[in-house]
């Protein structure tokens, strides 16, 4: 492996950029996923149709071109937006790592809304009922009865959703942000090695998402731990 | 959980080091993947003529330099968006370009060539050097989008089946492993990363320079957004500075075995 070497820092920093928009787009797709289900699930045909426009939207345009838009449009936009409140602001950009973050945050979250939006239904009704019945504030039965039971329907996709994260991080290398794809293309216009770097890269992804992979395994597995019993 | 609230507060720090520079500070846009005019060394070191002649012209105007890498077919956008200040990327001063932002004086000549096998037996050119249409026609013909180049054989070979790639490494790449019969680039590039390897070994210049000025224009320049014509005019003394006192011929020599200047160039790989 000596062709690579001095570019292994190279990728490790890539890594933990990588790492880093992993983060901050879960947050963001699970916070956005959690809304847009509540949302979609709720009285309010104002929310509804507002959660319904954003998973349509978020779900239906390609990832690329939301990148792409967020990471030239939201510059522009968010300039235009500032002014009005502060107008000597003459220009705020959104920096490649949050554009990107934020890009692939919103759009994994759409599809965590219609995960969690499932999962939610798939709690007994009963349950939910017993609890008012046992006068649970609000709040308690969100946290105690439809919280968890929720989250083990939601988790098998829940996983999915983490390596769709994982993979989509591939895709900022194209607005400029040092990822490991980005180092590999680096290197490769040095060292003239495709092949290798590109396996490279493939195998760091493939060590990553092996991770994620049994981390939801053994999440589903805590989930689940109240039924073993009763098998 | 740990874990992640420190890789969470790491990319809050690393957002707060790219906080918009202060003033003196010019922000250079480039694809940081096209040695050996701006790459990266394995040291993480900026490298290549476009750089030295970024670095010439940020020593001779006083400002400070940063480097953001950004793909070719966003260079435009990405100029236009303020993600940047210049484009020091070896782009071609062309008519179209200059609806859309400023230029430069050219620091080096801008022409293509065409790649070819060398046992493919082509004859794409006639003796006076002017291409054949015919002669392209049901070829598989690989092109750099948004390029000069692409331009021009959009222009002037309509039988060519146009195969479009997002940068040199993989065209050269596919030409190499036959998914393409010929490829048009840059000369210099193609001569030290490919031309003189062992992967290009079975492959020549199947054309002569091609240089039209009304497709590749009068060279490559530096690009700026329209209105900075104080910061224009300071360019254009220190570039004009450089090519007196000879420093752009030193930096080409660094990566070249020829002339890369208007004035002096002499043709590669012949």
Request: with cysteine; aromatic share 12%.
């Amino acid at each position: 492996m000596s062709l690579l070497d001095g570019w292994w820092d190279d990728f490790f920093f890539g890594l933990l950029t990588v790492l880093q928009v992993f983060c901050i787009a879960l947050v963001i797709a699970v916070v956005c996923g959690l809304l847009g289900a509540s949302a979609k699930l709720s009285n309010s045909r104002l929310l509804r149709g507002i959660a319904q426009a954003y998973t349509i939207v978020f779900r239906g345009a390609p990832e690329l071109l939301v990148l792409l838009l967020f990471y030239f449009g939201m510059a522009i936009t968010l300039t235009w937006f500032v002014q009005v409140f502060d107008p000597s602001v003459k220009f705020i950009d959104l920096p490649p790592f949050w554009a990107g973050s934020i890009a692939i945050g919103l759009i994994v979250g759409a599809y965590m809304t219609e995960t969690f939006r499932g999962a939610f239904l798939g709690v007994d009704r009963g349950q939910v009922e017993a609890a008012r019945a046992l006068s649970l504030k609000r709040h308690q039965i969100f946290r105690y009865v439809r919280f968890p039971q929720m989250w083990r329907l939601a988790l098998p996709n829940f996983g999915n959703h983490m390596l769709s994260i994982m993979k989509d991080t591939a895709l900022v290398s194209i607005i400029g942000l040092e990822e490991i794809l980005f180092v590999a293309k680096m290197a490769n216009s040095i060292i003239h090695r495709p092949f290798l770097l590109y396996m490279t890269v493939a195998l760091i992804y493939l060590a990553v998402t092996t991770v994620i992979t049994s981390v939801v395994a053994w999440l589903e597995l805590r989930a689940n731990r109240h039924l073993r019993g009763a098998r | 959980m740990k874990f992640m609230i420190g890789l969470l507060s790491a990319a809050i720090v690393g957002l707060a080091g790219t906080m918009p520079a202060h003033a003196e500070t010019l922000r250079v846009g480039m694809e940081c993947t096209y040695a050996p005019f701006n790459y990266r060394t394995p040291e993480g070191e900026m490298a290549g003529y476009d750089v030295d002649v970024a670095k010439g012209i940020a020593e001779r105007i006083g400002v400070d330099l940063e480097y953001v890498c950004q793909e070719w077919d966003g260079m435009l956008p990405a100029l236009l968006a303020s993600k940047f200040d210049l484009i020091v990327a070896s782009m071609s001063i062309t008519e179209e370009r200059k609806q859309k932002i400023d230029f430069s004086i050219p620091y080096r000549v801008s022409l293509g060539r065409i790649l070819g096998a060398k046992d493919a037996g082509l004859k794409l050119f006639d003796d006076a050097g002017k291409p054949n249409p015919e002669a392209f026609n049901g070829l598989r013909f690989g092109v750099e989008r948004a390029s000069t180049y692409a331009k021009w054989v959009e222009a002037k070979l309509p039988g060519a089946e146009i195969v479009l790639y997002d940068g040199a490494q993989p065209m050269l790449l596919d030409l190499q492993n036959g998914r393409i019969d010929i490829a048009i680039t840059n000369p210099m590039k193609a001569y030290l990363d490919f031309l003189s390897k062992e992967n290009g070994a079975g492959f020549e210049f199947v054309s002569p320079p091609i240089d039209e000025v009304e497709y590749f224009g009068p060279g490559v320049g530096v690009g700026l957004r329209k209105g900075n014509d104080e910061l224009l005019a300071k360019i254009d003394k220190a570039l004009e500075d450089m090519i007196k006192d000879g420093s752009l011929e030193k930096y080409s020599s660094k990566y070249f075995p020829f002339s890369i200047q208007p004035s002096g160039w002499k043709g590669v790989g012949e």
